[in-house]
């Protein structure tokens, strides 16, 4: 099932769940080759969200700002793509454009992502396509302007949100996980990927 939350559509059960296991395994594949690490913000606090990335360009955050950067903090290039989702982007994000950019973002129970716009890409008519594995998280939307109405939806693994067009840099994030939603991950957790095309 298709629905529309504030101009981002959210693909329902898109990934049948062995195809959300093989995901699962080629996202541990790049956690292997780049860590989970906790990014810092401007002020210096802490992100709740683990985070690593693969493609030509991972998006970062540390006391210099938010950016994009072609190696991993600790060095390494960034590894590949997943396949299963450079497979869902050509299926879904309706642009002729490979992504060049996922992002990898783990929850655990306790953790949230602040409403923000994703504005670090240097073409907003390029989407920002995200995919869902494990635990459900209450995914909140609102408009382009900070302080406007939100409404919120639900997403669980195998769910696939395309944020585009006029949605494109509506402010949204996590307020909130449900542990222990899913099995997916033996340890429990959520994991978000986001695609984009970045340059
Ligand atoms: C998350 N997602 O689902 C956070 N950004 O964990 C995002 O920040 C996001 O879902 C851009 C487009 C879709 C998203
Ligand atoms: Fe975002």
Same mark, same amino acid.
């Given at each position: ?9 959210? $693909?329902?059960?898109?990934?049948? %769940?062995?195809?959300?296991?093989? !995901? ?8 292997? @080759?780049?860590? !989970? ?8 606090? /802490? ?5 690593? &990335?693969?493609?030509?360009?991972? =998006?970062? &955050? ?9 190696? $991993?903090?600790?060095?390494?290039? =960034? ?5 299963? @989702? ?9 642009? %002729?454009?490979? %992504?060049?950019?996922? *992002? ?6 306790? @953790? /949230?992502?602040?409403? $923000? ?11 920002? *396509? &995200?995919?869902? *594995? ?18 919120? #939806? ?6 696939? @949100? ?6 494109? *840099?509506?402010? $949204?994030?996590?307020?909130? #996980?449900?542990?222990?939603?899913? &099995? !997916? ?9 986001? !695609?984009?095309?970045?340059?």
């Amino acid at each position: 099932m298709q629905v529309n939350v504030g101009g981002i559509f959210v $693909h329902q059960g898109y990934i049948d %769940p062995s195809d959300q296991a093989e !995901l699962l395994d080629q996202v541990r594949r790049v956690v292997r @080759a780049a860590p !989970l690490y906790r990014p810092e913000t401007k002020t210096g606090r /802490k992100m709740s969200v683990r985070m690593t &990335s693969a493609g030509t360009y991972g =998006w970062m &955050s540390d006391r210099k700002g938010y950016r994009y950067e072609r190696r $991993h903090p600790e060095g390494m290039e =960034w590894p590949p793509i997943p396949k299963l @989702a450079k497979r869902i982007w050509r299926d879904v994000a309706g642009v %002729p454009r490979e %992504p060049q950019s996922c *992002l990898i973002n783990f929850y655990d129970a306790d @953790a /949230k992502m602040g409403l $923000h716009q994703d504005r670090d890409e240097a073409d907003f008519e390029m989407p920002v *396509l &995200s995919i869902s *594995l494990g635990d459900d998280a209450r995914f909140r939307v609102g408009g382009p302007e900070r302080g406007g109405k939100t409404e919120a #939806i639900w997403l669980r693994s195998g769910d696939v @949100a395309l944020m585009g067009g006029d949605a494109r *840099l509506n402010f $949204h994030g996590i307020d909130k #996980i449900r542990a222990g939603s899913s &099995s !997916l991950l033996p340890n429990g957790g959520r994991i978000n990927l986001t !695609l984009r095309v970045v340059d």
